[in-house]
């Protein structure tokens, strides 16, 4: 286990298993019909990868990239586009696939966006949802696991940018909160 992870939440095994499991619902669900799965930049990137190759359907991947004004720590709910998808996205069905769901303003603004550019379907799935009340409602179709409410890193989600390449989900110890880097940035490769 890292050095700065105080427990791990979601084993690598579990995640594999349901990422699995999500893909063969998805594939049931959408039988006869291709998808585009919708990815968010750049902490759903693991799981769209993993959940990619547990689908068995004509599939597209593409990416969008958003973030919120201002610099409160609570999302706005007010969205800037940093990274938009490639092409238009009507005639297509679209299934976006987030890393985790929080207050849901983020998503909820993603929703909106995406749905007034007409896409023959429109779902959602997230690797994790967060046991606290929504500040906007979202419809989470497909989820992995529900986690208490407590900050999560590991597997495509960052504390400062990094952590996202743990292969777990884990809970940050306490004193890595209380400085201002990481512990690992201080090491070289070579130590
Ligand atoms: P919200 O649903 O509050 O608008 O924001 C969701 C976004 O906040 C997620 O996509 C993620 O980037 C970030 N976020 C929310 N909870 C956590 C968490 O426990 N850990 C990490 N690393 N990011 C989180
Ligand atoms: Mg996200
Ligand atoms: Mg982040």
């Known amino acids: 286990m890292h050095q700065d992870i105080e427990e791990i939440l979601i084993s690598e095994a579990e995640i594999q298993q349901k990422t699995l499991e999500l893909g063969k619902q998805i594939s049931v669900d959408y039988a006869g019909k291709s998808l585009l799965l919708l990815g968010t930049l750049k902490g759903a990137v693991p799981f769209i990868a993993d959940l990619a190759r547990a689908i068995d359907l004509p ?42 769901i929080d207050s849901g303003l983020t998503l909820h603004y993603l929703v909106d966006l995406i ?39 590991g597997y495509g989600l960052d504390y400062a940018q990094y952590y996202r390449n743990l292969p777990y989900i884990g809970i940050l110890k306490p004193s890595v909160y209380e400085g201002t880097k990481p512990e690992t940035e201080h090491q070289s490769p070579a130590e």
Not at 129 to 146: M, W
């Open 59 to 100: 599939l597209e991947l593409d990416y969008m990239a958003v973030s919120s004004y201002g610099a409160s720590t609570q999302s706005s709910g007010i969205v800037r586009i940093i990274k938009d998808l490639e092409g238009p996205i009507d005639h297509k069905h679209i299934l976006i696939i987030e890393d985790i």
């Open 115 to 153: 749905q007034r550019r007409n896409p023959l379907s429109l779902r959602l799935c997230s690797l994790l949802v967060k046991d606290r009340p929504r500040l906007k409602d979202v419809p989470i179709d497909y989820y992995g696991f529900r986690i208490p409410d407590k900050f999560v890193v």
